[in-house]
């Protein structure tokens, strides 16, 4: 699912949002937890999952190319963990696919 067909579901569920408005909410919630990450704190989502930032030490790492070595500089990323409803239902629902699918 893309960010615009996100702000599509949301405009077709809650019909007292216009268009307009649905995407100035997917974007104020995206930047929060934008702001949140850049920040370093940790975004809990009952239900759906956990966002962190997740600290990777620098390493030696070699061109692929060349066989040479390279030093790769130590990083912060984002992390997900999905919470247990969102696996179960992720399991469910891929389990019902392919059930579906056979004849």
């Not at 408005?21 to 940790?42: C, P, Q, S, T, W």
């Not at 990083?75 to 696919?97: C, I, Q, S």
């Amino acid at each position: 699912m893309t960010r615009s067909e996100l702000v599509d579901e949301l405009a077709a569920r809650f019909m007292q949002l216009t268009q307009r408005d649905a995407e100035f909410a997917v974007k104020a919630i995206l930047d929060a937890m934008n702001d949140a990450l850049v920040r370093g704190h940790r975004i809990e989502i009952r239900g759906f999952g956990s966002f962190s930032v997740s600290h990777r030490p620098p390493r030696i790492g070699r061109n692929p190319r060349s066989g040479e070595s390279v030093a790769i500089p130590e990083k912060r990323v984002p992390h997900f963990k999905p919470g247990k409803a969102l696996r179960e239902a992720v399991d469910t629902g891929t389990e019902e696919l392919t059930q579906t699918d056979k004849p």
